[in-house]
């Protein structure tokens, strides 16, 4: 899934099946902002642990 974050938006602006989609979009509406690619059904704390690109604080506290 790709989301589209528009540049100052509290809420995400558009979600696509792909890249493509969501920069076509983007470009439609004269839209800027950042586009991300995230799994579905994955959070992305656990993405970047399990891709090596953060590394759990020993210690640090649950969130609840």
Same mark, same amino acid.
């Given at each position: 899934?790709?989301?589209?974050?528009? $540049?100052?938006?509290?809420? &995400?602006?558009? %979600?696509?099946?792909?890249?493509? =989609?969501?920069?076509?979009? +983007?470009?439609?509406? @004269?839209? $800027?902002?950042?586009?991300? &690619?995230?799994? %579905?059904?994955?959070?992305?704390? =656990?993405?970047?642990?399990? +891709?090596?690109?953060? @590394?759990?604080?020993?210690?640090?506290? &649950?969130?609840?």
């Amino acid at each position: 899934m790709w989301v589209l974050h528009g $540049s100052n938006a509290r809420f &995400a602006s558009g %979600v696509f099946r792909s890249r493509a =989609d969501g920069l076509a979009w +983007a470009e439609r509406h @004269r839209l $800027s902002g950042t586009l991300s &690619a995230y799994p %579905v059904g994955v959070g992305c704390y =656990d993405q970047a642990v399990a +891709a090596g690109s953060f @590394r759990r604080q020993c210690g640090a506290s &649950a969130v609840r």
